[in-house]
């Protein structure tokens, strides 16, 4: 038979119940909740020198209003990835706004960089992010079967037989 010893319990829960103590405790929300949709962009595999335009939508669905005052890049994406236009404004409750994203890779490689949103507050500016990344490949197509064997074909007929062309990326050649 188990034994538990009540009064330890009963101090603990006291103790939480109380706040240790400690009057000043206050817990203050942020009056905007900003989501993502995708919460992370992947571009895939483009081609090197190909160009691809993503969009990721932001929505605000918090109780209050989110003033963001600047739209920028950062991380090691280089001149891989770009933002075509400049943008910063209000996002009220239950609104949202379109952010487009542009990935050209430049060389092979896997690629990541963060689409981030400063949004001012009463207390400063807090960082919103958004991952993205994408891959540049050399172009390519892949056929099979990989070989295509007539057999012998008399002069002046012909044959005829079927092979797959795949792209190996996302780019259109």
């Known amino acids: 038979m188990r034994r538990f010893a009540i009064a330890p319990c009963i101090l603990t829960l006291a103790l939480l119940a109380g706040g240790c103590g400690d009057e000043d405790v206050s817990l203050s929300l942020s009056p905007y909740d900003l989501v993502a ?14 160009t691809l335009e993503g969009s990721i939508v932001v929505q605000n669905v918090g109780s209050g209003g989110a003033e963001i005052t600047q739209v920028t890049l950062g991380g090691s994406g280089g001149s891989n990835f770009r933002l075509p236009e400049s943008w910063s404004g209000d996002l009220n409750k239950d609104q949202d706004h379109e952010f487009k994203v542009i990935f050209s890779p430049d060389e092979e490689g896997f ?10 507050t009463g207390t400063g500016t807090e960082g919103f992010e958004i991952r993205l990344r994408g891959r540049g490949v050399t172009a390519g197509l892949r056929a099979y079967p990989a070989i295509v064997d007539f057999g012998p074909v008399a002069e002046g007929s012909s044959e005829s037989d079927f092979f797959v062309v795949e792209n190996m990326t996302d780019a259109p050649i």
């Open 37 to 50: 949709l995708p919460g992370q962009f992947d571009f895939g595999a483009l081609a090197i020198g190909a």
């Open 111 to 120: 690629f990541e960089d963060r689409l981030i949103l400063n949004v001012t």
